[in-house]
């Protein structure tokens, strides 16, 4: 509802004072998280080459595994505990993200075999650091644009619908506010003016009065 009177207009104007400031506040937070996204793209950009190299090139190592020691060998090769990935996470303006991962790798079992059964191990393991890094990546890119995303709706929301409908209602309240005083201005300059004209007549009456035999 729309306040009315001197103490309304004075609400509306510390709301409309908030709501501006927050726009402000909110467009600063979303260049800030905007600049900082675009870093993290370039940076999930890269690691997602370097992944993909070292996945290339274990598959390759893979297969000449295969080709040259066979299923059984590789099985056996395998380790039996898993890895575990750490995230260390991190933030900018109120925004959690993994800023990066490590990878605590099970020790590699000896299976004998050729050379290429330990490359190919070797590739693998060096594949799956790459690969926690790379998802790490991806996972602050999602989330750092779903923040951006949210901010700007939020800006939005209060440039575009809050703060003109703020200011139309200051607006009419500012102009009610002028109408009364104005009528006030006008029943006063009247009420002078009946004043002025009565004591005239008065002063003229008694004027009369008084010449009179």
């Known amino acids: 509802m729309t306040a009315t009177g001197h103490a309304g207009k004075v609400r509306l104007e510390r709301r409309l004072l908030t709501a501006r400031h927050g726009a402000t506040l909110l467009d600063r937070k979303q260049r800030i998280i905007a600049e900082e996204l675009d870093r993290l793209e370039l940076h999930a950009d890269s690691t997602r080459r370097r992944w993909e190299e070292q996945a290339n090139e274990a598959a390759v190592w893979l297969q000449r595994t295969v080709a040259l020691d066979g299923q059984e060998l ?7 505990d898993p890895t575990i990935v750490e995230v260390k996470w991190g933030g900018a303006m109120g925004v959690r993200y993994p800023v990066d991962a490590t990878c605590v790798l099970p020790d590699a079992t000896p299976a004998g075999g050729s ?21 790490a990546a991806q996972r602050a890119v999602v989330l750092l644009s779903r923040e951006l995303t949210a901010t700007r ?22 102009q009610k506010l002028e109408e009364q005083e104005l009528e006030e201005n006008l029943r006063v300059h009247w009420a002078a003016k009946h004043q002025a004209e009565t004591s005239s007549a008065t002063r003229t009456r008694d004027i009369g009065e008084t010449d009179s035999p």
Not at 74 to 80: D, G, I, T, V
Not at 126 to 133: K, L, R
Request: glycine share 2%.
């Open 153 to 174: 709706t939020r800006q939005g929301a209060i440039e575009n619908r809050w703060i003109p409908r703020l200011e139309n209602e200051l607006r009419v309240i500012r």
């Open 115 to 135: 050379s290429a059964l330990a490359w190919a191990t070797a590739t693998h393991r060096s594949a799956i650091v790459v690969a926690a890094q790379y998802a």
């Open 74 to 80: 590789l099985k056996h090769a395998s380790p039996a």
